[in-house]
């Protein structure tokens, strides 16, 4: 099973709302990550944990906010955002470097969100 | 760092035609490559690949090649069908990038249409 799912599907907040993204799996992995995707762009990342600890922040804006809470799930939490933050929000898992077997990081099918 | 370049970023092939996407990096530590297939709506799904210490590797319709010397590597889909239809992104990685984590970098994608 290479299943990584996130909830909610399509969530629409307003600029002053407070929401979390959810995603969770249950392979083994112990990396996770937070993508960002714009259309017709590629996927940008933006936070990893590794071992439920913060290992990357590609510099994010402290309006989005990432919990690990244990090793199958992840939480992005949400507050104050702004339009331009709408965009597919992608989880991804994979095992950890340097012992890892297995390079490969697996996505979920992604939060659509829009911000008015 | 990392910057991988993608080409082309739209292709129309005819079904059972073969298409090819071509990918190049600049960073000669990048050892890992993986190609994924992005359908409307949905989050990228790995399809093949390969790492460094490999020129080849096939599987079924998909094959990947990889060139270390060029820093070039392409995904070679035979006998296309319309279900191929998606966009496809090309990543590399360097796996002892931190030694924690596997963190991708994206070419820019190529919007394959298989015409029936």
């Known amino acids: 099973d290479t299943e990584v799912t996130q909830t909610p599907k399509h969530l629409v907040m307003g600029m002053t709302n407070k929401k979390s993204l959810k995603c969770e799996q249950h392979m083994g992995h112990r990396a996770m990550y937070w993508y960002k995707q714009k259309a017709k762009k590629p996927p940008e990342l933006m936070f990893v944990y590794s071992y439920e600890k913060l290992s990357i922040n590609e510099s994010v804006p402290s309006r989005f906010s990432p919990e690990c809470p244990n090793s199958s799930l992840l939480n992005l939490h949400l507050h104050a955002l702004q339009p331009e933050d709408s965009a597919l929000y992608l989880c991804?898992?994979?095992?950890?470097?340097?012992?890892?077997?297995?390079?490969?990081?697996?996505f979920g099918p992604g939060t659509r969100l829009t911000v008015t | 760092g990392e910057n991988v370049e993608q080409h082309p970023s739209t292709l129309s092939v005819q079904e059972g035609d073969s298409a090819v996407i071509k990918c190049t990096y600049s960073d000669s530590a990048s050892n890992y490559f993986p190609w994924y297939k992005q359908e409307l709506g949905k989050g990228p799904q790995l399809i093949i690949d390969?790492?460094?210490?490999?020129g080849e590797k096939k599987d079924q319709r998909i094959a990947v090649t990889l060139n270390k010397t060029a820093k070039h590597f392409s995904l070679h889909i035979t006998e296309t069908q319309p279900e191929d239809s998606a966009v496809y992104f090309c990543?590399?990685?360097?796996?002892?990038?931190?030694?924690?984590?596997?963190?991708?970098?994206f070419g820019t994608g190529t919007l394959l249409a298989v015409q029936p």
């Open positions: 990543a590399a990685a360097s796996m002892n990038y931190g030694g924690a984590t596997n963190k991708l970098i």
């Open positions: 991804a898992s994979s095992q950890t470097p340097p012992e890892a077997e297995s390079y490969e990081q697996y």
């Open positions: 390969i790492r460094s210490n490999v």
